[in-house]
């Protein structure tokens, strides 16, 4: 009976040497909504959307469903490896509405209510500033009656408008538009940046976004340097 006994604890302890130490969960948050690093830009204000051309008619953009800008990504470390826990890019779909302009464009990107602002320095390539969308339905007036374009041009309006008219870098930036404001709904992906050190940790770092036009030109927006290029290399 006492060889029996001592059979089984000592199977017992031989089973728990065998097992290995649970894995660890490592949650990693990365925001992909970009820092502006110009002294313009805001923190962005709740969205606010603004009309979508429709045919010849103009409408207000509906508040719709969209991906939130804020992922999680996890990853499972063995207790004392060493692993690549970079964070996958974010891709999906979203709503905005543009705008072109003599010397550059506007963005309104939805899930986060911001102003994309793309000055155009150079072929193909600008600076990329973000406002927050401020304008309120019902509050603020559409458009400037007394501001009157050249001909062929347009003042733009609501969201767009706003900001144009109440900020003269913009304005100077920019000019006159040239198109209508136009809503559509446009693929999405965000880029993180960052490293990940000797002992497996990410450290985040400034990615990059990208985003279509209307006529699916492909933008790439750097947060390293707050600019714009056309083409994702």
């Given at each position: 009976?006492?060889?029996?006994?001592?059979?089984?604890?000592?199977?017992v302890?031989l089973?728990?040497?065998?097992?290995?130490?649970p894995?660890?969960?490592?949650?990693?948050?990365v925001?992909?909504?970009?820092?502006?690093?110009?002294?313009?830009?805001?923190?962005?204000?709740?969205?606010?959307?603004?009309?979508?051309?429709?045919?010849?008619?103009?409408?207000?953009?509906?508040?719709?469903?969209?991906?939130?800008?804020?992922?999680?990504?996890?990853?499972t470390?063995a207790?004392?490896?060493?692993?690549?826990?970079?964070?996958?890019?974010?891709?999906?779909?979203?709503?905005?509405?543009?705008?072109?302009?003599?010397?550059?464009?506007?963005?309104?990107?939805?899930?986060?209510?911001?102003?994309?602002?793309?000055?155009?320095?150079?072929?193909?390539?600008?600076?990329?500033?973000?406002y927050?969308?401020?304008?309120?339905?019902?509050?603020?007036?559409?458009?400037?009656?007394?501001?009157?374009?050249?001909?062929?041009?347009?003042?733009?309006?609501?969201?767009?408008?706003k900001?144009?008219?109440?900020?003269?870098?913009?304005?100077?930036?920019?000019?006159?538009?040239?198109?209508?404001?136009?809503?559509y709904?446009?693929?999405?992906?965000?880029?993180?940046?960052?490293?990940?050190?000797?002992?497996?940790?990410?450290?985040?770092?400034?990615?990059?976004?990208i985003?279509?036009?209307?006529?699916?030109?492909?933008?790439?927006?750097?947060?390293?340097?707050?600019?714009?290029?056309?083409?994702?290399?």
């Open positions: 009976m006492r060889v029996r006994v001592v059979a089984v604890v000592l199977f302890l089973v728990a040497s065998c097992q290995t130490a894995p660890t969960m490592v949650v990693l948050v925001t992909s909504t970009p820092e502006a690093t110009t002294a313009a830009s805001a923190t962005p204000a709740a969205p606010t959307p603004d009309s979508a051309i429709a045919g010849s008619s103009v409408t207000t953009s509906p508040a719709l469903p969209s991906p939130t800008p804020t992922i999680a990504v996890t990853a470390l207790p004392t490896a060493t692993v690549n826990v970079f964070p996958t890019p974010t891709i999906g779909e979203i709503q905005v509405a543009e705008q072109l302009f003599q010397n550059g464009r506007m963005f309104w990107v939805q899930p986060t209510g911001q102003l994309w602002v793309l000055a155009i320095t150079g072929e193909g390539r600008g600076t990329w500033t973000i927050p969308d401020t304008f309120e339905d019902g509050v603020d007036p559409e458009v400037d009656p007394n501001l009157v374009p050249p001909d062929g041009l347009l003042q733009p309006a609501r969201g767009f408008g900001l144009w008219r109440m900020n003269q870098r913009v304005r100077e930036q920019l000019g006159w538009a040239t198109t209508p404001e136009f809503g709904f446009s693929g999405y992906e965000y880029h993180p940046g960052g490293t990940v050190n000797a002992q497996g940790v990410y450290e985040p770092g400034p990615g990059y976004h985003l279509y036009s209307l006529y699916r030109e492909q933008f790439r927006f750097n947060e390293s340097d707050s600019t714009w290029q056309l083409g994702g290399g």
